[in-house]
């Protein structure tokens, strides 16, 4: 699987914008780019994907590098119900294979 | 509320017994997997099922089996537990061949081995 790296740590303040950074410099052609977070105490939980183009939904948007070697998942104004880890995971086509998680980025968000 | 549901919520057992977990999938999904998470390993895939079949083997221990059932609850079966095994135990369940593969996770096991 081609790897993923991603910070350890990032803090935002309350009801600022978070960008998340996230490097793939060997992705394939195929591979979509998955993002999830897990709260404290939860399992996982899916936040979003996208292959090429930049991609929005109620809970983030995924910024997609032209070369597609990086992308950016980002929290327009960040609760501290955000606070979580969140894993950049990298998928073939078909979906119906494991997630391989890396290690993600801890955020923190402060008050 | 992922939908998908495990059970126990906490298992304290003792070094050598037999456990075993149980997740109930969101309905009509046919796929189910299985993640162990631990502090020094972190997130780590172990087996998945598809409408009864396995489809794929991670890094899931000899003494560690798992079935689906024609009802699609899954079960992980761990015997001659180590202290080592205790951990997070989570099941996800997904559409299966379509939709993006988005898993939904359940609330998790968490084992503890004395």
């Known amino acids: 699987d081609a790897k993923t790296t991603q910070p350890n740590s990032m803090e935002s303040n309350e009801e600022e914008p978070v960008h998340l950074p996230c490097n793939h410099s060997?992705?394939?052609?195929?591979?979509?780019i998955h993002w999830y977070r897990q709260l404290p105490s939860q399992g996982p939980e899916y936040v979003i994907h996208?292959?090429?183009s930049n991609v929005n939904n109620r809970m983030a948007s995924l910024a997609i590098a032209e070369d597609r070697k990086s992308s950016t998942l980002i929290l327009h104004r960040a609760t501290l119900r955000d606070a979580a880890v969140y894993y950049c995971?990298?998928?073939?086509?078909?979906?119906?294979?494991?997630?391989?998680f890396g290690k993600g980025t801890r955020l923190s968000v402060i008050a | 509320d992922s939908g998908v549901t495990q059970t126990p919520k906490h298992l304290i057992t003792a070094t050598g017994q037999r456990v075993t977990l149980r997740c109930s999938p969101r309905?009509?999904?046919?796929?189910v997997y299985w993640y162990q998470q631990s502090l020094d390993q972190g997130l780590q895939f172990l087996i998945h099922?598809?409408?009864?079949?396995?489809?794929a083997k991670g890094n899931i221990l000899e003494r560690f089996s798992a079935q689906q059932f024609p009802d699609l609850h899954s079960e992980l079966n761990l015997s001659s537990l180590e202290l080592g095994d205790s951990a997070l135990y989570f099941c996800?369940?997904?559409?299966?061949?379509?939709?993006?593969?988005?898993?939904?996770f359940g609330p998790g096991t968490r084992l503890l081995v004395l």
């Open positions: 060997t992705i394939s052609g195929t591979d979509y």
């Open positions: 309905s009509g999904d046919l796929s």
């Open positions: 996208g292959l090429t």
């Open positions: 996800a369940s997904s559409v299966g061949r379509t939709g993006g593969g988005t898993q939904y």
């Open positions: 099922y598809y409408n009864g079949e396995e489809r």
């Open positions: 995971i990298l998928r073939g086509y078909s979906g119906n294979t494991p997630l391989v």
